[in-house]
């Protein structure tokens, strides 16, 4: 077994992994049983390799714990079918509170499909779940598939968990364009990297291990605002964003550091701790054009 992701979609191993860890807790934000089955070994192998555990643990189940919340509050709120594109080996249609009627449709790679429907053959969903293979890369059948979701829901919300990162700025572009066409394609959750962040993981482990096979592609420019900038050019504006730092700080989970440096972050001012509390997060985008900026 390679201990290197060999492909994108290797990723997926890897993060379930951590989900997996956080379900182990004795406070974690969420419960994942299935994730421990779907990461197997292969999982665990990954994050030994590419590093970072702690702070990798820490951030996934903050995203996970943030997007849940989202996805929760938007069915409250009246959508009606969840699209989850590049679904790797999420879970949330067998854990999440959903009613049982509720649409949910996993779209991937044909060879993860086929390995995660193979997993979870004998597991039941909380509410209907549709898989479906696609490359997502190929212009022609993303829009096809996209097209074709009208029957689906009448308020979906499409949901790229990391995802945007590994994807050119001309994919992005394609993708975001896509995604605004369809009049039934309401709202879109997405990853939000500072450049701060880009910057400082660029020199870091995981980065570098990721460059050869899987590297983080999409940088639409190096200020927060050309982030928001960017989608607002294709039709998609803010209506919420939550930092993963900030809401680690929150929930009692701040920044991972050592005791030295918990000690000094104490007496921090907030100031110089903002950027590394705002690297990252997830937004919830509505369709629109008068971008809401980034607060840096």
Known sequence: ????????????????????LETQRKDALFKDPLAGKLAGARGHVLARHMGIERAMAWSMALRTHIIDRYILAAVADGV???????????????RLDLPPGFQWIEVDFPHMIDFKTETLRDEVPVCRLERMACDLSQDDARQALLAGLHSKGARILVLTEGVIPYLTNESTDS????????????????DYFSPFFLNLAARGVVMKRLQENAPFRFNPGPTPNDWSDYFAARGWI???MTFIGEEGRK???DLPANWLMRFLMRFAKE??????????????????????????
């Open 1 to 20: 077994m390679t201990e290197q992701i060999a492909h994108v979609s290797d990723t997926a191993f890897w993060v379930a992994w951590y989900r997996w």
């Open 238 to 240: 803010i209506q919420d």
């Open 251 to 253: 929930l009692g989970r």
């Open 80 to 94: 009606d079918c969840v699209v989850n594109l590049g679904a790797g080996l999420d879970t949330r249609p067998y």
């Open 271 to 296: 100031e110089r701790m903002r950027p590394y509390r705002r690297m990252n997060g997830y937004a919830v985008m509505k369709k629109g054009s008068d971008a809401r900026p980034v607060e840096p």
């Open 175 to 190: 993708l975001a364009q896509n995604l605004h066409e369809q009049d039934h394609i309401r709202y879109w959750i997405l």
